[in-house]
């Protein structure tokens, strides 16, 4: 009965910014370690950022520095802040726990491209 829905992606210019945002139901997000993936074409999904049940947040090389994840005071949303963005982050974004857990939601397309 667990469902995510990820929303926010967009078309963006390299440097440019997004918020993307990821909506719960079934279960409190507080309690658990959660994170965001990408999926390019072609290419294995990769884990982006993880936040820990404390809080405690960690990033892939590659947008370390340039993406930030928290969750909202409602404890249901998830969300990945995202600047200065690369044509290299063109992707389809999915939340999710992690480690993650068959329970895939649609994702959202983010595409990089001027």
């Known amino acids: 009965q667990v469902q995510l829905v990820e929303s926010g992606g967009g078309l963006v210019q390299p440097g440019g910014s997004l918020r993307l945002s990821c909506v719960a139901s079934?279960?409190?997000?507080?309690?658990?370690?959660i994170g965001w993936f990408r999926q390019a074409p072609g290419k294995e999904r990769e884990a982006v950022s993880c936040?820990?049940?404390?809080?405690?947040?960690a990033y892939a090389d590659t947008v370390k520095a340039r993406f930030t994840i928290s969750r909202g005071n409602i404890n249901r949303t998830l969300y990945l802040q995202m600047n200065s963005l690369k044509p290299e982050d063109t992707a389809i974004y999915y939340c999710?726990?992690?480690?993650?857990?068959?329970?895939w939601g649609q994702g959202t397309q983010v595409t990089v491209s001027s």
């Open positions: 999710n726990y992690y480690p993650p857990r068959n329970n």
């Open positions: 079934g279960f409190t997000l507080a309690y658990w370690s």
């Open positions: 936040i820990s049940k404390s809080d405690g947040a």
